[in-house]
């Protein structure tokens, strides 16, 4: 195809429209509603060209290019229309230009800097719609909202969340939600705001603004720096704006894992690096007797215990950089007696050591199947890739998730194997493909590897998961029909045993049969794959006693998950030296605490979900005294006349590594009513430091389907006992659309203890039954007061 | 917020499947589902429209673009007769205005609002596709125009 466009002939393969076009023969046409990551809708008329033989103007984002076409995009006439529609949006918006947030990069500031006439014809007369929205971080100013509606189309097409919408018509229209309700609240579920921010990126007015980083900072001011996330393991990039020594704004950028989105954590999450709660100098003595300490004499305590202890080991935390983990691991292998390393929240991993698959594999997918648990909260930008691939490329997608996490509804197929049955389902699925569809596969599946996994016929594994006779059959036929199938898996509690990751790959190689076999896989913290190729999974080998323990980042007191024999072994431990940022519950146990800088403080990298590894820059500074993990190490060491040495401590094989992890799976036994399904804890210790994150934590409840709760006769608020094996816990119970009718969801808060100890229980029957009752009136009164 | 009772009738649940048999996809059915439902309830208010969502499995958000779209759904009770007023443009220009106030003199009500008795509504519309007869009202599923104020006594008096 041949255009002409402002003289400029360009030829293109089509379909294209001219705007597209238009840009890249280098011509510039102003838009406003058109954003390259949602559909167009043509509603802002800023983008209008003429075309020779069409007697009308035409949006340049709604038409598409057609051969021998001739464009013009800058003529009197065009100059004439753009004007007046800016004019027509100016007299709809209070121009609040000095005070106004988007200041800056404003696209309407920009927009009429370039385009406006010197003069507006008509009246100022903006629109009565102030909103008061109480939820948290998104503000919305809805005066300046110019209805281009793409914060509507972000929501709903990229995070499949929908809980904006454009209410009204005419010249009532605006940007709401359904009753004007805020954000966030019951009468949203189950489409709820999620504090994506991703509504707040994409307007291009200051309509949508962050609550919390109002007036803490222009745009331009202070220093812009890349960096990597520091939670979960998708491995989103951000930018991270500092001023005077404060952490002032973060915004996703451009990455190969997130393409330029983030969730609430990236964006509102990394607040906590400005806690003044932070540790800044050692500590020293145990439980609520830790005094600061200057830097000597808290390395001559460490200094001495170390050399007087028998055994040590280093626990790490998967959140630190592979460069602090192969640090701990050079003063494991160098300086400690007997010295291991291990990282917690690794479990599985070591299978995954080494591969990579990009996320971009999911646009060249045909099919897509999803083993995991409520992306939506913890890791949405996994689910905003994977639903925006399935838009571009039509893939399908199946879904393998017990909870209405907004992706079982959008999948072809959705299967919600109840509690722990994830393993048993996948299993279920590589014992069909090898035995039924072995032909069309590449390699044959290892019988030694399945012979582990109870269940076998399907007919039985269906009956143990509730599922509909068959769902195996129909599952690993649509599997089997499928060319590229991309493997999507996530870490939950639903897979105790951690034998997802191997089941997981081993299907990926029975149907690439390539050899590498690996999904994209997400651990629990930013960096478990990094970890998971550096050090032995936790918890540790039960033999012997521990003398000394040293936790570098890992908090397994706090996180109480699954991580009961690890908090059995601090509690142990003759000595227990901590490096930390904050004063976690583990720091609280130590003799000795180190202080550590955060993310935003260090250089380093994280190993993502897609097995890359993506560099941490320096942002700011840490306070004065507080080094990184090398420096603070290499001083424990010189003072006790060593040095750390790379390669001390065999890689991936330390001294009492346990062996890999057996693949288990446990059947789920039917006759009791419910089947419990165990949350992750989202809000580790930094997202609490967030003081207005506090409304999204769950609260001390338990959550049921509202059918469930109608058939017991129980409503949100009421009191219940949830009784499993010999342990029982008393909460609140909350009506929760998302949990599966017959099961019950712990949201898991590592603050809350109790439940924290129920959720742990390592003696908990098998498939983890559960009965759920109604307080009586007197026992009610009880649980309530105990609840306080 | 309560789970056990329904607003929505069985009678009204039963119309609805009947209609999603006629629609490959239920959400294709939401125009026809929302007239149905607030033929069967008065109104889509809040209470309904939960309800309507989960049977339609389909966002709220989007239920609600649509009800607040168009003017012939309502998400407050309703008059036993509604009276809707074109204020476009042809029917501006032929003094809409003058209709909303003579139903103003006679009835005592503007729009959104209902008469005490449960009579009337009143509501605004932005087109009833007359404007050869502007200035153009309806009454229920009746249209009357060009109105001139002095005939909406009579007008009314037949409801
Ligand atoms: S923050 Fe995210 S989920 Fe919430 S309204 Fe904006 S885009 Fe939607
Ligand atoms: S709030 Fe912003 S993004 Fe949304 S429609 Fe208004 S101007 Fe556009
Ligand atoms: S999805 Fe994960 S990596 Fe991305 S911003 Fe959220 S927590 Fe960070
Ligand atoms: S950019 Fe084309 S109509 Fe808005």
Redesign the interface.
């Given at each position: 195809m041949e255009v002409t466009i402002d003289g400029k002939k360009i030829s293109l393969e089509g379909p294209v429209t001219v705007l597209e076009a238009a840009r890249r023969a280098g011509v510039d046409i102003p838009t406003l509603c058109w954003h390259p990551r949602v559909s167009v809708l043509g509603a802002c008329r800023l983008c209008m060209i003429e075309v020779e033989g069409i007697n009308r103007l035409l949006a340049a984002c709604t038409t598409q290019v057609s051969d021998g076409m001739t464009v013009l995009t800058d003529t009197p006439q065009l100059r004439k229309v753009r004007q007046t529609m800016l004019e027509l949006l100016l007299c709809r918006h209070p121009l609040d230009c000095p005070t106004c947030v988007k200041g800056g990069e404003c696209e309407l500031q920009e927009l009429t800097y370039r385009h406006s006439a010197p003069e507006n014809r008509f009246p100022e007369n903006p629109g009565p719609y102030a909103v008061t929205d109480p939820s948290p971080f998104v503000e919305r100013d809805s005066e300046k909202c110019v209805l281009c509606r793409r914060c509507v189309r972000v929501c709903r097409e990229v995070r499949g969340v929908t809980v904006l919408g454009a209410m009204e018509r005419g010249y009532h229209k605006r940007v709401g939600t359904y009753f004007q309700q805020p954000l966030n609240s019951e009468f949203q579920e189950p489409y709820n705001c999620e504090f994506c921010g991703a509504c707040i990126d994409i307007c291009p007015v200051g309509a949508l603004n962050s609550k919390v980083r109002k007036f803490r900072g222009r745009t331009w001011e202070g220093t812009t720096t890349d960096s990597v996330c520091p939670f979960c393991s998708v491995g989103c990039l951000l930018s991270l704006q500092v001023k005077e020594g404060e952490l002032v704004r973060t915004v996703p950028r451009e990455g190969p894992n997130n393409e330029d989105q983030a969730c609430f954590r990236g964006r509102f999450g990394t607040d906590y690096v400005n806690a003044t709660s932070r540790i800044i100098t050692p500590l020293l003595g145990r439980n609520g007797s830790q005094a600061p300490a200057d830097a000597d004499e808290a390395v001559r305590f460490a200094a001495e215990k170390i050399a007087g202890a028998r055994r040590a080991e280093m626990i790490v935390s998967s959140g630190l950089t592979g460069e602090e983990i192969e640090a701990a691991g050079e003063f494991a292998g160098a300086v400690l007696p007997g010295g291991t390393l291990r990282a917690v929240d690794t479990l599985g991993l070591e299978e995954l050591a080494g591969a990579s698959r990009p996320w971009e594999d999911l646009e060249k997918a045909d099919l897509i199947v999803v083993a995991g648990q409520d992306f939506t909260i913890f890791e949405p930008v996994a689910g905003v890739r994977i639903r925006v691939a399935c838009g571009k490329t039509g893939a399908g997608l199946i879904v393998l998730d017990p909870r209405d996490a907004l992706l079982g509804g959008e999948a072809g197929l959705w299967l919600r194997p109840p509690g722990e049955g994830l393993s048993l389902l996948l299993a279920g699925l590589l014992r069909t493909l090898a035995a039924s569809h072995g032909d069309r596969l590449k390699a044959a599946g290892d019988d030694s590897f399945l012979a582990s996994f109870p269940g076998g016929e399907n007919g039985e594994v269906e009956k143990q998961l509730g599922l509909p006779e068959g769902s195996v059959e129909d599952l690993a036929r649509r599997v089997a029909a499928s060319v590229r199938v991309v493997f999507v898996g996530h870490r939950g509690w639903y897979d105790p045993e951690g034998s997802v990751p191997s089941l997981l790959k081993e299907l990926d190689r029975l149907l690439s049969g390539e050899g590498t076999g690996m999904p994209l896989y997400l651990g629990r913290d930013c960096n478990s794959r990094g970890a998971a190729a550096a050090a032995a999974a936790g918890p540790p080998p039960p033999e012997g006693a521990p003398g000394l323990v040293l936790l570098a980042g890992a908090d397994p007191l706090g996180t109480a998950l699954p991580g009961s024999p690890l908090a059995k072994r601090i509690s142990e431990a003759e000595t227990v030296i901590v490096f930390d940022t904050f004063l976690t519950e583990t720091a609280r146990a130590a003799d000795v605490l180190f202080p550590l800088p955060t993310f935003a403080e260090k250089e380093g990298s994280f190993t993502s979900s897609s097995g890359l590894s993506q560099q941490l820059r320096q942002a700011m500074s840490p306070p004065p005294g507080v080094v990184s993990l090398r420096k603070t190490l290499e001083g424990l060491a010189s003072s006790l006349g060593k040095s750390l040495s790379p390669g001390s401590l065999p890689k991936g094989s330390p001294p009492g590594a346990a062996s890999p992890v057996a693949p288990g799976g446990k059947l789920p036994s039917a006759g009791e009513r419910f089947l419990v399904l165990r949350g992750i804890p989202i809000a580790d210790h930094r997202i609490r430091l967030v003081e207005e994150s506090a409304p999204l934590f769950p609260g001390p409840v338990v959550e049921a389907h509202p059918a469930d709760l109608a058939a017991l006769g129980l409503k949100s608020g009421d009191s219940v006992r949830v009784v499993s094996g010999g342990s029982e816990l008393v909460r609140q119970v909350k009506a929760d659309l998302k949990t599966p009718p017959g099961q019950v969801h712990l949201p898991c808060d590592p603050a809350d203890a109790e439940m924290a100890a129920f959720v742990g229980e390592s003696e908990r029957p098998e498939g983890w039954p559960a009965t759920l009752r109604k307080l009586a009136g007197l026992e009610r009164a009880a649980g309530e007061s105990k609840d306080q | 917020?309560?789970?056990?009772v329904q607003v929505i009738p069985e009678s009204t649940r039963e119309r609805l499947r009947e209609l999603f048999e006629r629609f490959p996809r239920k959400p294709d059915a939401l125009l026809t589902a929302l007239y149905i439902v607030q033929e069967d309830c008065n109104n889509l208010a809040?209470e309904v429209?939960?309800e309507l969502a989960a049977v339609m499995?389909m966002?709220?958000?989007?239920?609600?673009?649509v009800v607040?779209?168009?003017?012939l759904y309502s998400?407050k009770p309703r008059g036993r007769n509604i009276i809707l007023i074109c204020q476009n443009l042809c029917c501006y220009l032929r003094s809409s205005d003058e209709i909303y106030q003579a139903v103003y003199e006679e009835l005592g009500i503007r729009p959104g609002e209902t008469t005490e008795d449960g009579r009337f509504t009143l509501e605004t519309a932005?087109c009833l596709a007359a404007c050869e007869r502007a200035p153009a009202m309806m009454i229920n599923e009746k249209t009357f125009g060009p109105v001139d104020p002095a005939q909406v006594k009579a007008i009314l008096k037949k409801y």
């Open positions: - | 917020m309560s789970a056990n809040s429209l939960d499995e966002p709220k958000s989007i239920m609600y673009e607040t779209f168009y003017h998400t932005e």
